[in-house]
Structure formats: structure tokens, C-alpha cells
């Protein structure tokens, strides 16, 4: 089914523009030398096509042969390639005395491909400069190479003098490349369900954080015990694709995984891409739904605010079809194979409607300066070691996103590391606060639970033993607050922990504490309003429990959180209340 919708899409990007994907033996490569050379094969300039990309320097994409799946082997690229390949140059010890044998295998492949004595001038050019030790001398005087050198090389390509365009880029040569011979069709393809010759080492998938630079593979086979009875070391045949069809399917992922791709988001280590069945704009707008980008982060608030409108208007501002089918894909590495952590097909209009609804359960009372829709990354981040979005546990990353696409509950892990944060740091915030009612809300959906919904700000009827501890617990750390103004720490740096999962411990201190707190207080009103509050928080408690159960701890959060709020609300009148940081 993956391979399937990835050859399709780029059969549909295909149809629709020939320039947006590379055509079938041929791939988008970014060179950042090119040597210029003449019609006598004589070396005229070296080019470096680097050009600064933010804060780094990126190669201009051309469009070259496809690469070979290099090994451990000698393999050659056709018309492009590294420094060693190229020119037989090396900035680095060769012991074994293998860059020759790299050069050599370059200039055999073009004249295996070409012929020894050209018919192409421009290739006829390119084997003159390359039997000249004397063009290459003169290529390392250049101005460019120091940095070359300084870099320890790079890929380099040739494009003759006067053209704009590479060698491998004229249309006589790419001509000449699709002329090769084809081998006879033996197998059915299980993508194309086609007669075809079976592809038996699949092109490489670069673009996967995480992953080896060098790519890796979805459909591999390098043991013996995976491969099917009869087909030892044939490895591809084990699981049969037609060339054109692992062409297709890898080209099209390549692409969604590219630099410059708009369909593809980082999801803790899952490299996330999404297409659609057909084209559609929703395919650039479903990743600022998701994460929050780094050129402009308010694209992603935006990008919410859209979707309610869309949903309550009834009108389609990303999407003309609702019912397209839309594709998302979450991949992760796993040393030279990439593993799928996610899968996910279903319309536009149901994924859309189960975004929605995750904003409805993350929604919860806030200070005016903080977003009002927060991105996966945040969250992600908020329960991570730090809050680093480097230490986001990875397996919970991808959970959490097919639980959002989904509309399924949030993995029982999340509520367990939110928790787990919230007593490690001795604090609840914002995005945690979010999280956990979340969990506990579609939890209590999903399961049938009917325990009562937490809201989105204080709830005085709920009667929940977790929520009316933490409560407690926030009204006694304000009366300290007032009572010690100069005070660095609060009962909420030491007890946090304990108040929280085993209340008996230490709210019997506590409550001895607070009336110490309460007659330093100099407004005698205000304290009076504090023990009314406690009173009637306290009509929900019978005794201090010896501990509280998982979910608990999570309402004792949410109640810490609402009722803290509620003290940095003011009150504008009688009908209508107003946050404030």
C-alpha cells in the first residue's frame, strides 16, 4: 500500500510537470563545483555554485544521471561524481591505492556508455580533459580549489564553455542515456501488478533524519533468514519490484524528504511526508497544522485558526474535494534500513476533523501572551529531559502523532511522562496542563470511563479527589506567596512531588502551615476569602489519601494549574472575565 500511493504520486507529479521530479533514470542533485571546459577538451574555469542558504552555503541542484547504490565496492556515477571519482584526486591517505581504481572507473563507464571515439562532442571533450594530467594541473592552480581542499572535496560535473547548462543536462545526452537496453520481463512487479524486470537493489532514501547519509532502504534483504525459500542472496527478489516501479517509489519519497520539500515536518525522529490522491493545497497546509515552522511561527496559529473557520463557515479555504484520500507516512531510522513508525490513509475531511478535535482537548486557560494553539514540537518539548527538543522520547513522538491523525486516544506512556516531568521540575505549565487534560478527556471518551470532563478553566463542582488536592495545593502556595512576598522558593519546590502522588505525606504540615501563613496576612479580608476557598475545597475531601492513582495525579496537575490561574484573572465585570500574564 506505501509503495503503491508513492508510485502513484509520482506518476500524478510526473503528468502534471515534467521539471517537479526527476524522469526515470535521472535524479535532482545538488554539485557544488563545475568544471568548464572547451570543445578541445581544454580546462577553462572551475565554478563553485555554493550560494549562502541562511546561515550555510548550498549547492545549485542539477539535474544528472541517477547515482549508483555504492557499497563497499568501486562505483562509478555517470558524468558526476566526487573529487577521487572525477579526477583522481584525494585529500585523504591512500594506502590501498584506490583512487586510481575510482578514476579508471569513471572514465571506463563513459566510454562503455558513449563509446571510446564519441559520436557526442561534448563527451569527446570531457575524455580529452580527463587523459590530460597537464588540465588537471591547471585545474588545481584555480582560485576555487584551496576551498576545495579546505573542505576535503565534494562532487564535481562538467558543462562546456558558452552553454548554461551541465554536460549531463543536454538533451542529446539524456537521449543517449535512455537508449540503453532493456532486459526482458521475468517476475510480476507487486506495485504495478505488471510483468517487469525486477529490480534486485533498490535506489537509495537520503532525507530520513537520522539515517546514513549515504541513504538507506525501506525494502531490504542482507540475511538469510529473511529471505523466501529459492531465493538466497537474490535479495530484491524476495520481494519483487519492477525497476521503473522502485525508480517511481523511491524518487517520489526522495523528493518529499528534500531540503526544499513543503510536505514533509519533523516529528520527534520521525521524519513525517504527506501527500494527497490528487492535487490539492492542503498538502502544503497540513504541516503548519502540525508544527510551528522556524521562518515565521505564527503560520502555524494561522494555519488553526483556517481550519475553525473552514469547519464552522462550511467553507473549503485549503481543499476543493474533501473526500481526496490524503497520505501520511512517519519514518525513522534504524541503521541502514529505515523503519515506518506511522501509516495513515484516510480523506481530507476526516483528518482535518480529528486535527480539530485535538485542539479542542488541548485547549485550556492561558495568559494573553502565550499562543493559543500549541504546536506538536512544543508539547514534545515540555516533556522532554530540559525541555529539549534534542531528548523527546522517540517512540512517544510518533505515537502521538497517529493518535492526532487518528482521532484514537493519546498513548498511555504520555500522561505517564507529563506526570513524571511535572514532579521531576516541581511545576505545571501551560503546554503540560494541555497535555494532560487531553489524555484524560479522550481517554474517558474513547473508553467509556464517565468520569467528568475536565474543562478548559477552573471547575468549582467537580469533586474529584486528584483535582480538589491540587487545588488545595495551589491556594495554600499563594497564601505563602502573600505572606512571604520576599520569599524565593514556595511550598511548591519541596513538596510538589510528594502532594502529588502521596498526599498523606505532607498535607497535614501543610494545612498546619497555612494558618502560620494566614496570621501574617495584614489584609484580614483577604484571608478570610482564603479560608472560605479552603473550606469549600475541602468539602470534597474526606480524608488524605495514601496515594493517588495515575490518573489522579493528573487531575491533581490540572486543579494545581486551574486554580492558579484563576489567581491572575481579573475580573472586568460581572459577566465576563479577562486573563492577564
Known amino acids: 500500500m506505501i509503495l503503491q500511493s508513492l508510485y502513484s504520486y509520482y506518476q500524478r507529479k510526473a503528468a502534471l510537470d515534467v521539471n517537479s521530479i526527476a524522469p526515470e533514470g535521472f535524479e535532482h542533485k545538488e554539485i557544488p563545483f563545475v568544471i568548464v571546459i572547451n570543445e578541445q577538451g581544454k580546462f577553462v574555469d572551475l565554478q563553485d555554485t555554493r550560494e549562502l542558504d541562511g546561515k550555510k552555503l548550498r549547492a545549485k541542484s542539477y539535474l544528472v544521471p541517477q547515482g549508483a547504490k555504492k557499497t563497499s565496492g568501486i562505483q562509478s556515477n555517470l558524468l558526476w561524481d566526487n ?54 594541473n591547471k585545474l588545481q592552480n584555480n582560485t576555487v580549489w584551496p576551498k576545495i581542499a579546505a573542505e576535503k572535496g565534494g562532487n564535481f560535473t562538467f558543462r562546456m564553455e558558452g552553454d548554461n547548462e551541465i554536460i549531463a543536462a543536454k538533451v542529446t545526452v539524456q537521449s543517449a ?8 520481463p521475468d517476475r510480476i512487479c507487486l506495485v504495478t501488478g505488471d510483468k517487469s524486470e525486477i529490480e534486485r537493489l533498490h535506489p537509495s532514501i537520503k532525507g530520513v533524519w537520522g539515517a ?10 542482507n540475511a538469510r533468514s529473511y529471505e523466501s525459500y529459492g531465493y538466497e542472496n537474490t535479495q530484491g527478489l524476495n520481494s519483487p519490484v519492477g525497476t521503473q516501479a522502485a525508480f517511481a517509489y523511491t524518487t517520489a519519497l526522495n523528493v518529499l524528504l528534500g531540503k526544499d520539500s513543503k510536505q514533509r515536518v519533523q516529528v520527534g525522529d520521525a521524519s ?13 497546509f497540513f504541516g503548519d497544522l502540525i508544527t510551528d515552522p522556524k521562518d515565521d511561527p505564527d503560520r502555524h496559529v494561522k494555519a488553526v485558526e483556517t481550519l475553525y473557520k473552514s469547519a464552522r463557515s462550511g467553507e473549503r479555504p485549503v481543499t476543493d474535494d474533501e473526500n481526496t484520500k490524503f497520505y501520511i507516512l512517519g519514518l525513522a531510522p534504524n541503521a541502514a534500513r529505515i523503519a515506518v513508525r506511522f501509516w495513515y490513509v484516510a480523506t481530507i475531511a476526516e483528518i482535518s476533523g480529528h486535527i480539530l478535535q485535538h485542539y479542542d482537548d488541548m485547549e485550556i486557560c492561558h495568559s494573553t501572551n502565550q499562543h493559543p494553539y500549541l504546536s506538536l514540537l512544543c508539547l514534545l518539548s515540555s516533556i522532554a529531559v530540559q525541555e529539549k527538543s534534542e531528548n523527546i522520547p522517540p517512540n512517544l513522538a510518533g505515537d502521538i502523532m497517529r ?19 511535572n514532579r521531576a521540575s516541581q511545576d505545571v505549565h501551560y503546554p503540560r496542563a494541555a497535555l494532560i487534560k487531553a489524555c484524560l478527556n479522550r481517554s474517558n471518551r474513547y473508553y467509556n470511563k464517565y468520569e467528568r470532563e475536565l474543562t478548559m478553566a477552573l471547575d468549582p463542582e467537580n469533586t474529584n479527589i486528584g483535582y480538589n488536592l491540587g487545588r488545595l495545593f495551589a491556594v495554600l502556595e499563594k497564601i505563602q506567596e502573600e505572606a512571604n512576598p520576599s520569599l524565593n522558593a514556595t511550598i511548591r519546590d519541596r513538596y510538589y512531588g510528594a502532594a502529588s502522588s502521596t498526599p498523606i505525606s505532607v498535607f497535614s504540615t501543610l494545612m498546619k502551615l497555612k494558618n ?47 486554580q492558579r490561574q484563576k489567581f491572575f484573572t481579573k475580573k472586568s465585570n460581572p459577566l465576563e472575565e479577562k486573563e492577564v500574564a
Open 212 to 221: 546514513q547519509t549515504s541513504g538507506a532502504n525501506i525494502v531490504s534483504f
Open 516 to 562: 502560620h501563613h494566614l496570621s501574617k496576612l495584614d489584609n484580614k479580608g483577604r484571608a478570610h476569602n482564603f479560608e472560605k476557598e479552603i473550606a469549600e475545597i475541602m468539602s470534597n475531601i474526606e480524608v488524605f489519601p495514601n496515594i493517588l492513582k495515575l490518573d489522579d495525579q493528573g487531575r491533581f496537575a490540572v486543579g494545581y494549574y486551574h
Open 83 to 136: 573529487n577521487e571519482y572525477v579526477l583522481g584526486i584525494s585529500f585523504r591517505d591512500d594506502p590501498e591505492g584506490k583512487i586510481q581504481e575510482r578514476h579508471k572507473a569513471f572514465c571506463t563507464l563513459l566510454t562503455d556508455f558513449f563509446g571510446s571515439v564519441p559520436e557526442n562532442e561534448s563527451i569527446q571533450s570531457v575524455l580529452s580533459f580527463l587523459g590530460s594530467e597537464e588540465e588537471k
Open 403 to 421: 493518535a492526532i491523525i487518528s482521532g484514537t486516544p493519546y498513548p498511555a506512556t504520555l500522561l505517564q511522562t507529563a506526570t513524571r516531568r
Open 272 to 284: 513525517t511526508v504527506f501527500w494527497a490522491e490528487n492535487p490539492t493545497p492542503f498538502e502544503n
Open 177 to 184: 542515456l535512455r537508449q540503453t537496453s532493456a532486459v526482458a
